[in-house]
């Protein structure tokens, strides 16, 4: 099946930073989401971008599909940041289109 | 738009029980998912129906686990003779099958096996 990789891991920044995550995945997609995954697990969708560029307030996101990979941009990180960012990918398939999801990006924002 | 509801929350059973998960959909979604996450894991795939037939299941819906979407319009997962391992959080999805488009996630049950 697809490969999604996601880095770094882990990431501890103080308030007011700025941070790029990133998704390596191993097939042509033709479904990719970005996910926050709250303390309480609630996954809560950032971005659908299989392609191209797209921003929402201090995030934004960019999928290069050629180049099998994405980039999820945080600017003046918040401590409401916090948790795990999950990138989710679907292969080109003719049904179904599951999401392969990464290990996730666990974000840390101190004040 | 109501957004994806799944009940309960919260399930805590002893070993060797039966559990039944109930997730509604966004309406008029046809497509809908379950997905299963463990701690410090991302999410992963467990069946997916379109309406109510069940297109495809993983290697990971052992015999004890059973899903049905009566009607294409909520959806109940079953597990049965509950284990240890069965302990994680259970996610619900849906989308749209006009086109390729995102699927939007309820808020899990976590299940706990005593």
């Known amino acids: 099946g697809i490969q999604v990789e996601q880095s770094p891991p882990d990431l501890i920044l103080q308030e007011g930073a700025n941070s790029t995550l990133r998704c390596n995945f191993s097939?042509?997609?033709?479904?990719l989401q970005w996910f926050h995954q709250n303390p309480w697990g609630q996954l809560i969708n950032l971005f659908y971008?299989?392609?191209g560029t797209k921003q929402n307030g201090r995030l934004s996101a960019t999928t290069v599909a050629t180049e099998r990979y994405s980039l999820l941009y945080i600017s003046s990180s918040q401590t409401t940041d916090s948790g795990v960012y999950f990138c989710?990918?679907?292969?080109?398939?003719?049904?179904?289109?599951?999401?392969?999801f990464g290990e996730g990006t666990q974000l840390t924002v101190n004040p | 738009d109501t957004g994806v509801s799944q009940n309960p929350r919260h399930k805590i059973t002893k070993r060797g029980q039966n559990v039944t998960f109930r997730c509604d959909p966004i309406?008029?979604?046809?497509?809908l998912y379950w997905y299963r996450q463990t701690l410090g894991q991302g999410p992963e795939f467990l069946t997916y129906?379109?309406?109510?037939?069940?297109?495809?299941k993983s290697r990971l819906l052992s015999d004890r686990f059973s899903a049905e979407r009566p009607k294409g319009s909520f959806s109940t997962l079953e597990i049965q003779r509950t284990e240890q391992g069965d302990s994680a959080m259970y996610l619900c999805?849906?989308?749209?099958?006009?086109?390729?488009?995102?699927?939007?996630f309820g808020d899990g049950t976590r299940l706990s096996i005593l």
């Open positions: 999805a849906s989308s749209s099958g006009a086109y390729v488009g995102p699927q939007h």
């Open positions: 129906f379109q309406n109510e037939a069940q297109l495809e």
């Open positions: 971008i299989p392609s």
């Open positions: 989710a990918v679907a292969r080109r398939e003719t049904s179904g289109s599951r999401l392969t």
């Open positions: 309406s008029e979604h046809n497509r």
């Open positions: 097939d042509s997609v033709n479904n």
